[in-house]
Every structure is written in C-alpha cells, then in structure tokens.
C-alpha cells in the first residue's frame, strides 16, 4: 500500500498535534496546494496510509500510523481526512518547549 509521510511541528498555535491524531479530536491534515503535495497526494495511485512524524526522526523513533480515507482540493489547500490511528511505538516524543 503506498503511504505518505507528514512531518508535524509537535506543538502548532498552542496545540499539541500528535496528541490530538492520537486521540481522535484531529482527523483531517492540511498542506498547501503545491507541487511537492499535488504528486504525493493526488497524482498517480492515491496513498492510503498516512504516517505522522514529529520532525525529521532518526531510526526507530515513534510515529502514528492511519487509514486514509479521503483527499479533495478546498481552496488553497489540500484536506488529507484520515481514522484508525494507531501508535506504532510506545515511546512518545517530550513535549517541546513552546
């Protein structure tokens, strides 16, 4: 199954992002509507895994993996809807410093 990888800041505006995917409370992931995302995304065999990292990880470090169930252009933007969550490590990334 082809996958893709987002890469998240772990806290956004005061969220904390891997928390929320874990929980449930985040399901849709935004990208700006370029290049780079349109050939990941939506041309050629659409993904249907998504992988969320907190930056740019070494080798075994956690990551959440979901089922992705729907990808459509609204404005500038590309919406990446996703459920089934699962984490793939039992190691959680600290918290950084705000």
Same mark, same amino acid.
């Given at each position: 199954?082809?996958?893709?990888?987002?890469?998240?800041?772990?806290?956004?505006?005061?969220?904390?992002?891997?928390?929320?995917?874990?929980?449930?409370?985040? /399901?849709?992931?935004?990208? #700006? #509507?370029?290049?780079?995302?349109?050939?990941?995304?939506?041309?050629?065999? %659409?993904?249907? &895994?998504?992988?969320? /990292?907190?930056?740019?990880?070494? *080798? *075994?470090?956690?990551?959440?993996?979901?089922?992705?169930?729907?990808?459509? &252009?609204?404005?500038?933007? &590309?919406?990446?809807?996703?459920?089934?969550?699962?984490?793939? %490590?039992? &190691?959680?990334?600290?918290?950084?410093?705000?």
């Amino acid at each position: 199954m082809k996958k893709v990888v987002f890469r998240l800041k772990r806290v956004w505006e005061g969220r904390d992002l891997w928390a929320e995917i874990l929980r449930g409370r985040k /399901t849709v992931e935004y990208r #700006n #509507n370029t290049d780079y995302w349109r050939s990941r995304l939506l041309e050629g065999k %659409s993904p249907r &895994i998504a992988w969320f /990292t907190v930056g740019y990880p070494k *080798n *075994n470090v956690p990551r959440l993996e979901a089922v992705i169930t729907e990808i459509h &252009i609204k404005l500038d933007l &590309i919406h990446t809807h996703f459920r089934d969550v699962v984490l793939i %490590s039992d &190691i959680i990334p600290p918290l950084s410093s705000v």
